[in-house]
């Protein structure tokens, strides 16, 4: 199969999973009440508070790259951290923080990639297993793709603009690209996890009520932005 019609049914599946995701269905919510019924509004909605998810992660990304080197590009003025410290310190905090916004902010949207099922609706129809996995590869890439790219592409401005070397540049690459490959594996581990304790779970016992109360906070931001 070619790559642009692969392209074009990861598209189809990454609107599903974008619907779910902000709606919600599988675990049992419905659909808003207010008035939008129309099917196609609410599935543009739900890819626009997507798309608006991904941004406000990659902004914050950007604002910390900033931030953490604010030592290095005030060190004229006066006594502050010496550069030996603050550009290792500087690129540890900000993996640590990319570790945990891809996570936290991608946690909704894998629940929705886990719940949806993908590869048992894509198996019946004629794709082979190849086929099947480059779609799903492709939509849950597309899950993170900007905050992925963004982490990098600011980083790297930031820290060659407080004079970082290319071999620095280079390693912190590295470094980002092996954090998130990490963050992506934990997301997909959480997301299981709370799709099949928490998400679908029926128990009422105290330790499934504080699991369930952790996961609608992760789903209460874009649920309310799509309402």
Known sequence: MKFSEIWRLSSVVYKEVSFQSIFSLRAGSGLPQNGRRDIKQLVASAKFNTLISKLVTSVFLGIF???IFVPVLFSDLGPTIPREIAIPGGISAFLTVVLFLIVFMGLQMSTAFVSSK?????????LSKKDVSRIVFL???RIFDIPLVAAGVVFLLVFFLVGGTVLGGVLSIVGIV???IFALSLTVLLAK???ARVA?????SMAQTVLRFMFMLVWILPTFAAY
């Open 65 to 67: 790259a900033v931030t």
């Open 118 to 126: 993908i590869v048992d609706v894509l198996s019946p129809l004629p």
């Open 139 to 141: 939509c849950f890439v």
């Open 178 to 180: 092996v954090t998130e």
């Open 193 to 195: 996890f709370f799709y």
């Open 200 to 204: 679908r779970a029926g128990g009422r």
